[in-house]
């Protein structure tokens, strides 16, 4: 049996999963989640005519050849207006508030000259000349936020100023997380001969936090088949889960064998990727379940490729890949084609460039190159040597090159 790509194996998982249904949130923990449903203007924005300036409100017309005009009204912001301009007079006003029934002009203050309790322009006045118009913005009824939109600070911005307090957005997925090993232990706890610390389960916690997820951290199972019934079962009452470890050819690794028998459709086991081959990926109904391999640094790796496109899908997000840059290579590199390889790579920024290295040992037991890691170059599985100057796509992980 050949092996799905890299490619297809991302896209099958896309093809599987959908977005979570809504709920109402309130407006500010909306930031960064995804609008479920349109939204329409509930009224005219701006409501009514006001000033884009401070200065004075007038008739164009009446304004000409510097004429002096007496002032009838002080209008500031927030007033509720005055009545009518009578013909022939100016109103001071003050930027925002509404510009008085019969005035069509607005003489800024830098264009005009008041003297007792008169004011003149100094500058012709143009009909319309700083006049903020009802509905100019927005109409009632007018589409404003199309559903799939991402919530940010202007989009919160138009929400308060139709006084919405809660949005309607797509939930975020419940991530169950579980490792799986007996020589596992929390980390905390003292270590015995031939144990390690569990890192696996807190990383994969802090990698959902970050893709929008609420980790559901459900410990560490034993290698064997009633300890991972247990946790499996109760993992699958997530929206998705994520296991690490026991998915290779060990004679104890259970995990895929366990979730055939809690009804769990297995899509795919092993993907043509370096590292990572043993991923799997299943359903049980509509619930995801990523089986990661275990070495921490393939763990990362398969979430960052698989799971988080995944879960951003399921908070209903459109664009889910991380966008690539072209960064050049700086060093020959050995490689046979074959399989599509995640290589940790350090970037710096050099004039317009981007250039590359290889952040260090690329053997899946050295976390250490994940550390000093600004990115993953994905070396595509057709490609030979490489030498300095291959042009390379990279994933940029650093915040400091690429906002998170
Ligand atoms: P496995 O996939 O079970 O063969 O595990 C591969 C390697 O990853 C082994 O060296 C494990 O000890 C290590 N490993 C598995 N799970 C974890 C974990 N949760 N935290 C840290 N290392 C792990
Ligand atoms: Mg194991």
Do not use: C
């Amino acid at each position: 049996m050949t092996l799905p790509t890299f490619e297809e194996a991302r896209k099958i998982v896309l093809d599987h999963v959908a977005p979570l249904g809504a709920e109402q949130v309130p407006l500010l923990d909306a930031v960064g989640r995804v609008l479920a449903e349109d939204v329409a203007s509930p009224s005219d924005f701006p409501a009514w005519d006001n000033s884009a300036m401070d200065g004075y409100a007038v008739r164009a017309a009446d304004a000409q050849g510097g004429a002096r005009l007496p002032l009838a009204a002080y209008l500031p912001a927030g007033s509720a207006g005055a009545g009518p301009l009578a013909p022939g007079t100016a109103a001071k006003i003050l930027t925002g508030a509404p510009v008085p029934e019969g005035a069509d002009a607005i003489v800024p203050f830098e264009e005009a000259e008041e003297q007792d309790g008169t004011v003149r322009a100094v500058a012709p006045v143009r009909a319309g000349a700083h006049v903020r118009r009802r509905a100019e913005d927005l109409r009632a009824g007018e589409l404003a936020l199309q559903a799939g939109t991402v919530i940010g600070p202007p989009q919160v911005s138009w929400l308060a100023t139709s006084s919405r307090l809660f949005v309607p957005v797509h939930r975020r997925p419940r991530v169950a997380i579980l490792s799986t090993g007996d020589e596992l232990v929390p980390p905390g706890e003292p270590v015995g001969p031939g144990k390690i610390h569990d890192s696996n389960g807190v990383a994969v916690a802090a990698a959902v936090r970050q893709a929008g997820g609420e980790p559901v951290l459900l410990g560490i199972a034993r290698d064997d088949r009633e300890a991972l019934r247990e946790r499996l079962a109760e993992a699958l009452r997530a929206d998705a889960v994520v296991t690490s470890a026991g998915v290779s050819m060990g004679d104890r690794d259970y995990v895929r064998e366990v979730l055939a028998a809690l009804d769990v459709r297995q899509i795919f086991w092993k993907v043509d990727i370096k590292p990572g081959r043993p991923t799997a990926f299943a359903l049980r109904g509509a619930t995801p379940v990523f089986s990661l391999p275990g070495n921490p640094v393939s763990t990362l790796l398969t979430f960052e490729q698989f799971v988080r496109p995944a879960l951003l899908r399921m908070q209903g997000r459109r664009e889910v890949l991380r966008p690539t840059v072209r960064a050049v290579f700086q060093e020959d590199l050995r490689r046979k084609p074959g399989r599509t390889h995640f290589l940790r790579v350090r970037l710096e920024r050099r004039g317009d460039a981007l250039l590359a290295w290889s952040a260090g040992n690329q053997d899946t037991g050295i976390l250490k190159t994940m550390l000093r890691a600004d990115g993953i170059a994905i070396l595509p599985s057709d490609l030979g040597d490489l030498s300095s100057g291959t042009p390379v796509e990279v994933q940029i992980l650093s915040p400091d090159l690429a906002p998170a």
